[in-house]
């Protein structure tokens, strides 16, 4: 593993782990991306930073999304952007990637289409179609078909010199499944519900599968030099409590499970884990107890009574309506007081975000406002800030 520089703001790591700290710390999901709109709001919420900001524009040029995640460089400058941008008022950079790396990884076309977002030309339509039988048989080396996130990382943890940690990040099991099936974002989900009600083993050896890699590429992550990772499951919603059950949970502890244990027989310390199942409001006292360090909510949740099913079980981020961003400034104020007394004014168990990712045509400013209301109402600066 490189050498890197000390951290001078490990804010975000302590809370994690659960120590008392002298604010919250925060990040935000898509930090950053506020201006490139090409379909801005794709759907695969992996936080990719800096996606909508200006430099973001200046710096991509006319390379495609993808291009700019193979270049380990392009990929850390773009990381950086809202590090810089927001000196101080954020304390962890996320890295520019995309949860679709993974079935590209496993041999799918994924393409990004101007104002659509994700497409899989060629998404598996059935367990007897070919390709389903091809993915399942295909042995990933994950070291070689990703090696350019990791470079990234590696790359971006030397630029940042010990500002904030740096996140990895995979997409969970379930919703890269969706992904695969769907060939792209949807609203019915017709199907992945046609698979996992007509195909269920199939849909269970897939969901294996990918939840194998998730720990390999996370692991990897943490080798290049990531100091805290996160499991995106942007689609858990779309599951009833009992699919959920089924589909989802068992994969998401997998990985917990797991990456523990792969990172030892790498000689590699342990990081802190986050998962994020957007819209499984359900499966809240499940997933504090799922082997994750970090639970993140949606808007949809409450804080105060999240925080009494956690019971101290689980750091808790979240959970701002990203919406609020398109609002006036005393309705930002409001949101920030109200949410800092639901989380019980953010000296332990909670890092601060929004409950989803950054929409389309939030200014900059507003998002600034957002984050300055937050050191603002909790009091203090980060240390090494």
């Not at 593993?1 to 898509?30: C, H, Q, Y």
């Not at 389309?360 to 980060?382: C, Y």
Request: charge should be neutral.
């Amino acid at each position: 593993m490189p050498a890197f520089a000390p951290l001078k703001n490990d804010l975000i790591l302590r809370v994690a782990k659960g120590e008392e700290v002298e604010r919250p710390p925060i990040w935000i999901m898509r930090q950053g991306k506020l201006t490139d709109l090409t379909k801005a709001r794709y759907s695969t919420n992996t936080s990719a930073a800096g996606r909508y900001l200006d430099e973001y524009k200046k710096k991509k040029g006319t390379s495609d999304f993808f291009e700019c995640c193979r270049s380990p460089e392009m990929a850390s400058d773009l990381t950086l952007q809202p590090i810089d941008r927001f000196a101080g008022l954020i304390d962890a950079a996320i890295i520019f990637s995309d949860i679709l790396v993974v079935p590209q990884a496993l041999g799918m076309t994924v393409k990004i289409l101007d104002k659509q977002g994700p497409h899989f030309p060629k998404p598996l339509k059935s367990p007897y179609d070919g390709q389903y039988s091809q993915v399942m048989r295909k042995e990933v080396d994950v070291q070689e078909e990703l090696d350019y996130v990791f470079k990234a990382i590696t790359m971006t943890k030397q630029k940042l010199d010990g500002r904030v940690p740096l996140f990895g990040f995979c997409g969970a099991p379930w919703t890269v499944f969706c992904y695969m099936v769907e060939g792209g974002g949807s609203k019915t989900f017709q199907e992945v519900k046609t698979w996992i009600y007509k195909y269920p083993f199939e849909s269970l050896a897939l969901l294996q599968k990918i939840a194998e890699i998730c720990v390999e590429y996370l692991a990897l992550q943490v080798q290049a030099g990531a100091d805290i990772v996160q499991v995106f499951d942007s689609w858990a919603g779309e599951l009833s409590p009992s699919c959920f059950k089924q589909f989802s949970l068992p994969y998401l502890r997998y990985v917990s499970k797991n990456l523990p244990l792969r990172l030892k027989d790498l000689n590699l310390e342990l990081v802190p884990m986050v998962v994020f199942a957007k819209g499984a409001w359900y499966a809240l006292d499940a997933l504090c107890d799922s082997g994750y360090n970090v639970v993140g909510l949606d808007w949809l949740r409450d804080p105060a009574e999240a925080v009494r099913i956690a019971n101290g079980r689980v750091t808790l981020q979240g959970n701002a309506d990203p919406g609020i961003l398109y609002g006036s400034r005393d309705s930002i104020t409001n949101l920030v007081e109200e949410m800092v007394a639901g989380f019980g004014g953010g000296k332990k168990g909670w890092i601060v975000n929004l409950g989803h990712g950054i929409t389309p045509d939030v200014k900059v400013e507003d998002l600034r406002f957002f984050l300055e209301e937050i050191h603002r109402v909790t009091g203090t600066t980060s240390k090494g800030s």
